[in-house]
């Protein structure tokens, strides 16, 4: 319970499940272009940096999830980082790292989370926290995945993390271009062959890899 004047200085606070100042969906898919898979902070930043910078998002949280407030079983949170696009120029942009259950996790990260069969208690949890029936909820996904193969047609996506930069007085590690490419070649092969050893429906995901 808290007094009305005391709520603006609380928000900051408050799972998005909770704030009276949004509205669902509060956790959606935000899927990566395949020729960005593997840039991240992780690769272009020394460790400590990125344990420090993931670290502060959990204390800003009080590892909790920064959606839904909950946690996990195995561990409290995870650090997800926040992208935008400009499908013109096709530049990622880094806005915010924040901390997520890895049930809010599995949904930002829908891809993945289909590759490894995951997909149905991952929409059934986006249905819950956001207040949708299954059918929005697969809407939602549909229009994620579609969103991701039009990206996902280009391979001259540039990644722009200024945002941890200027927040944390990194410096990003010489060889840190080298290392995403190679990641990035390594996660296309684990997609590849966790499609590969499904049966059933055809997704996006098959497509697009099809295409290649």
């Known amino acids: 319970m808290a007094h009305r ?3 603006d200085a609380l928000l900051p606070f408050v799972p998005y499940r909770y704030r009276p100042d949004r509205k669902a969906p509060y956790i959606r898919p935000w899927m990566v272009p395949q020729a960005l898979w593997g840039f991240n902070l992780r690769a272009f930043l020394a ?33 997800d980082e926040g992208w935008a696009y400009d499908d013109e120029r096709r530049i990622q942009t880094l806005k915010g790292v924040i901390s997520l259950c890895p049930d809010c996790h599995g949904v930002r990260h ?16 986006m249905a819950e926290v956001n207040g949708w029936n299954h059918t929005e909820a697969a809407r939602c996904g549909e229009q994620a995945m579609k969103q991701w193969h039009t990206r996902s047609r280009h391979t ?18 010489r060889d840190g271009e080298t290392l995403a490419r190679e990641l990035n070649r390594k996660f296309v092969r684990q997609a590849q062959t966790r499609v590969g050893v499904r049966a059933g429906h055809i997704t996006h995901i098959e497509h697009l890899f099809g295409e290649r």
């Open 156 to 173: 001259d996506w540039q990644c722009d993390i200024s945002w941890a930069i200027r927040t944390y007085s990194v410096v990003p590690i």
């Open 47 to 79: 460790p400590e940096d990125w344990n420090r910078i993931r670290k502060d998002a959990y204390a800003r949280s009080g590892s909790r999830c920064r959606v839904c407030g909950g946690r996990g079983p195995q561990w409290p949170v995870e650090a």
């Open 110 to 125: 829908w891809g993945k989370t289909m590759t490894e069969g995951r997909q149905d208690a991952a929409l059934a949890w």
């Open 5 to 7: 004047d005391k709520l």
